[in-house]
């Protein structure tokens, strides 16, 4: 049996797939990384195909279209799976199997199924077209070992926790996700025996690791570089090393921030910067000059008038800044995610966050850089069509992702309606896709329960 694996982009997105790679335990199942071959994705038995972020569905759409593969041929199976391949009903026709939760744990019985000629059943496990009730699976450890990512960056990547200690009510992975750690020793092991400098000690949020300090502290003495990512702004202040600094603020104003847990009050975030810049530094022993600041637009309650405030607060850390000192601002659009309290939020796709940013001031000492993915209304629609649209908006989604990619990426106010007037076509109201839902209302993904995650 040929199984054929499908990531799209790096990084954390290659973690879930090497994990479940990991796991199969049939030697008779030859695994290959898929290389961009034509003959290779149309030969293999089984495409695994993981959909980490929103953009993944569309160049998941994309791929079966360029590759020509056509599921209603059934060769290749398709298993999809990943945080992103929740809503199975809006990719109705594009997949065969879907995983809910870890695929690790079910991966074994798809593989023993298909090749007995069974159809693979159970927890975790959606057929596409069964909208019965079903249930996330959960792994009850980390699998304990370390992957060298070939994609040119030479980094060993390590999964140190999985889930997140910290439940913001936008976050879709806290909610769907058990929190558990990696020991601190078998970390320690694998460092030690990466063969690499670069090396990628991966969690949601690793400074919600128990040992986080013990950590960075062993990656200074074996010499390695950690190139690991998320942390909070409120564990950073109270460190002293730190391999690289990317962290979450998320609101711009403090009742936003108050609701998330997230350096709720100014004071604390000019407070936060005032450590970076006086105390912090990198096991090298030298200062920081770079960091990345994740922030959301159109979170409920937040306009760019509101806002607009935040800069203001950024002034007062820039009195504290000594030059120089580089912060990429990534501005992410929100999006209602399912199983999350926020599920039933709604956004104003049209907010103009770009004027937002454009207006942006100058400092004296912090040079402001980056955007990120803060992007037009129908960029905002179309994210939150992955999310709430189901099996009516299949064919729409379809084309956007190939022949209509041009109208998801301009960003005017005409490209917005342009994708409203088309959803309306499909049968259903735009609103229900943007906007504020009731308690009563039904998402698509309500047919699936997360299950206990104590």
């Not at 020793?185 to 986080?212: C, N, Q, W």
Request: charged share 25%.
């Amino acid at each position: 049996m040929k199984v054929v694996s499908v990531v799209f982009g790096g990084g954390v997105s290659t973690l879930g797939m090497e994990v479940i790679i990991n796991a199969i335990q049939d030697p008779s199942v030859e695994v290959e990384r898929f290389s961009g071959s034509v003959s290779q994705a149309r030969d293999a038995d089984i495409l695994l195909v993981s959909l980490c972020w929103f953009q993944n569905i569309l160049e998941y759409c994309k791929f079966l279209k360029t590759y020509g593969i056509d599921p209603k041929k059934r060769k290749p199976v398709i298993v999809i799976g990943g945080i992103s391949a929740s809503n199975t009903r809006i990719l109705h026709g594009l997949y065969h199997y879907a995983m809910l939760g870890d695929g690790e744990v079910v991966i074994n019985d798809i593989l023993e199924a298909f090749k007995t000629g069974a159809d693979p059943a159970g927890y975790g496990i959606v057929k596409d077209g069964d909208w019965s009730e079903n249930r996330f699976v959960h792994s009850s450890t980390i699998p304990a070992f370390g992957y060298v990512e070939d994609r040119g960056n030479n980094t060993t990547r390590i999964e140190i926790a999985r889930g997140c200690r910290y439940k913001c009510d936008f976050c879709q992975l806290a909610y769907t996700k058990r929190y558990r750690e990696q020991p601190f020793e078998i970390v320690r092991h694998l460092l030690t025996k990466s063969s690499t400098k670069s090396v990628g000690l991966f969690a949601p949020d690793r400074s919600g690791y128990s040992k986080i300090l013990q950590l960075e502290e062993e990656c200074r003495r074996l010499g390695k570089h950690n190139t690991a990512e998320d942390l909070r702004l409120d564990k950073v202040s109270k460190m002293l090393i730190v391999s690289k600094l990317k962290f979450g603020v998320e609101g711009f104003t403090e009742s936003s921030r108050k609701r998330f847990r997230k350096v709720a009050s100014n004071e604390k975030l000019v407070n936060g910067f005032r450590h970076i810049f006086k105390e912090l530094r990198k096991p090298n022993g030298k200062r920081h000059t770079t960091a990345t600041m994740y922030m959301i637009g159109d979170l409920p309650g937040e306009t760019p008038k509101n806002a607009a405030g935040f800069w203001d607060v950024l002034a007062e850390c820039d009195k504290h800044c000594v030059p120089p000192f580089t912060l990429f601002l990534t501005l992410n659009s929100f999006s209602a995610k399912p199983f999350t309290p926020m599920e039933k939020s709604g956004i104003n796709p049209y907010n103009d966050w770009g004027d937002f940013w454009a207006n942006r001031p100058h400092f004296k000492n912090i040079t402001i850089a980056g955007r990120g993915g803060m992007l037009g209304p129908s960029n905002r629609i179309v994210h939150m069509m992955t999310a709430r649209g189901d099996e009516r908006l299949t064919r729409l989604l379809f084309w956007i992702s190939n022949d209509g990619f041009k109208i998801f990426k301009d960003s005017s106010y005409d490209a917005g309606r342009t994708i409203e007037r088309l959803i309306k076509t499909q049968g259903v109201e735009p609103e229900s896709i943007w906007g504020d839902l009731g308690e009563s209302d039904q998402l698509p993904t309500s047919i699936y329960t997360v299950g206990n995650l104590k």
